[in-house]
């Protein structure tokens, strides 16, 4: 089946400090991938949209200047969260669909434990 | 608003039995509908999809039904394992096939031997 990455797996980071998650399709081109966030004991919450070569759509509520989406390519989108302070500590996942009409499967990756101290 | 729920409560059951797991929308009509599984600290992986169309779905050891009246889907996982014991997270998808999905919160299953 299809393969999504994400890279790092977890990361540490100071408050203030901005860091940067990876997903990757690492067998399909995705011209459409979503980030999610999802805390301790509470369900996925979709962040943003990713669409190769355009802007992200954000969802309601989430900060498209605190959290940066780049999608370069058909198997790569990044996600940046800048300035982070300890609230933002969280488990960041990101999903990929294939390219073609009627898939409606996602792949989600493993996932990022982001912890900021 | 739209809201999804599943059984917040764990579910435990004999391994050999099967387990039903719930999922409950309103103010919502979907397209289709994901069952997922989560295993801690890990990402979901999807399992299986069911249309608005569709009233059952079958694959290998799961079965999914789909009740758009009802509002309701039954996840069953017949002759259930240990190695079963997880996070089942239930997602709805609008028809506009944008692939955005709204989770429920997930209902963990333990499988006792």
């Known amino acids: 089946g299809a393969v999504v990455s994400q890279h790092p797996s977890r990361v540490i980071c100071k408050s203030g400090t901005s860091v940067k998650i990876e997903c990757r399709s690492l067998?399909?081109?995705?011209?459409?991938m979503f980030w999610y966030r999802q805390f301790p004991k509470q369900s996925l919450m979709l962040m943003a949209t990713?669409?190769?070569?355009?802007?992200?759509?954000?969802e309601q509520g989430v900060e498209k200047d605190k959290f940066l989406i780049n999608h370069a390519s058909l198997t790569l989108s990044t996600l940046t969260v800048t300035s982070a302070h300890p609230e933002d500590s969280s488990f960041y996942i990101c999903?990929?669909?294939?390219?073609?009409?009627?898939?409606?499967?996602?792949?989600f990756g493993p996932g990022t434990r982001l912890t900021v101290t | 608003s739209q809201k999804i729920e599943q059984n917040s409560e764990a579910l435990n059951i004999q391994e050999g039995k099967t387990a039903t797991l719930t999922c409950n929308y309103t103010?919502?009509?979907?397209?289709?509908l994901q069952w997922y599984r989560q295993d801690p600290g890990r990402g979901p992986v999807f399992l299986l999809l069911i249309r608005e169309n569709e009233k059952e779905k079958r694959k290998e050891r799961l079965k999914v039904t789909f009740d758009t009246t009802l509002k309701q889907s039954l996840f069953h996982i017949t002759a259930s394992q240990p190695a079963d014991s997880a996070t089942y997270l239930c997602a709805l998808a609008g028809s506009s096939n944008t692939g955005k999905l709204i989770f429920g919160q997930g209902t963990t299953l333990q499988v006792k031997p």
């Open positions: 999903s990929a669909r294939e390219n073609w009409i009627s898939s409606y499967e996602q792949y």
């Open positions: 990713s669409n190769e070569g355009s802007k992200a759509t954000y």
């Open positions: 067998d399909f081109q995705a011209t459409t």
């Open positions: 103010n919502y009509s979907p397209a289709y």
